[in-house]
């Protein structure tokens, strides 16, 4: 099975900081990617999808980049709804796998 | 409205079996992969299973292979999951998604853009 890391695990980060959260493959995976945001108690949400096409209804300060083994999801002027918990999930092959989470808290 | 609403679960004896249901509304269900997606009690998102429109593919995480199987039924806008010889390990919350399969330059892609709320199961003695 694919292996997807991110980095970091953790981050602490103030409203209207600029926040990048890295996933690297353990293969390349085109651009077979996709970005959920998790917040407590909560069903996940689509936020990106194919690395860079943002869902419907996210806002624009969400954008996604990269393509073979290196993604980044950017965050580009964190607010306060968006303090949760961010994971990738590769499509490229089966079984789908997630990365670990990057548990984004307040500063 | 679009939604998801699982049920089925519960409390289960390791070497038990629980049937998981996923009832679909708002949308054309027969229209859509369906994927099942669980969450151990303070861990990170884990990838179970998922299905094409007609019921005809299907695949597996690994280490449920052989004892889920994934199914559904388009006339009852239905998905299911049925769970046999659970372990401590599959205990989780279990969430269906839909996946809306979107195409960019000649490709499809995974993009689970509705979840239900989950059912809780539990695998102990």
């Known amino acids: 099975a694919i292996q997807m890391t991110q980095s970091p695990t953790s981050l602490s980060a103030s409203v209207g900081d600029r926040v990048t959260i890295t996933c690297r493959a353990s293969?390349?995976?085109?651009?077979?990617l996709g970005w959920y945001q998790q917040k407590p108690g909560k069903a996940p949400r689509l936020l990106i999808y194919a690395a860079s096409s943002i869902q419907s209804g996210v806002p624009s300060r969400f954008s996604g980049s990269g393509s073979d083994t290196d993604f980044t999801l950017t965050i580009s002027s964190l607010q306060p709804e968006d303090f949760a918990t961010y994971y990738c999930l590769q499509d490229y092959n089966y079984p789908r796998t997630f990365g670990q989470g990057t548990k984004l808290e307040i500063k | 409205e679009v939604q998801l609403v699982e049920s089925g679960g519960g409390l289960v004896q390791p070497g038990g079996s629980l049937r998981l249901s996923c009832s679909a509304s708002?949308?054309?269900?027969?229209?859509?992969?369906m994927t099942w997606v669980r969450q151990a009690p303070g861990k990170g998102l884990e990838w179970v299973a998922n299905i094409n429109q007609e019921g005809s593919d299907k695949n597996y995480l690994d280490s449920v292979k052989g004892r889920f199987t994934i199914s559904r039924d388009n006339a009852k806008n239905s998905l299911y999951l049925q769970m046999n010889s659970l372990r401590a390990e599959d205990t989780a919350m279990y969430y269906c998604?839909?996946?809306?399969?979107?195409?960019?330059?000649?490709?499809?892609?995974?993009?689970?853009?509705?979840w239900g709320q989950g059912t809780t199961v539990t695998v102990s003695s």
């Open positions: 998604a839909r996946d809306s399969s979107p195409q960019r330059s000649g490709s499809f892609f995974d993009a689970f853009d509705i």
């Open positions: 293969q390349g995976i085109r651009n077979d």
């Open positions: 708002g949308f054309t269900f027969s229209g859509n992969w």
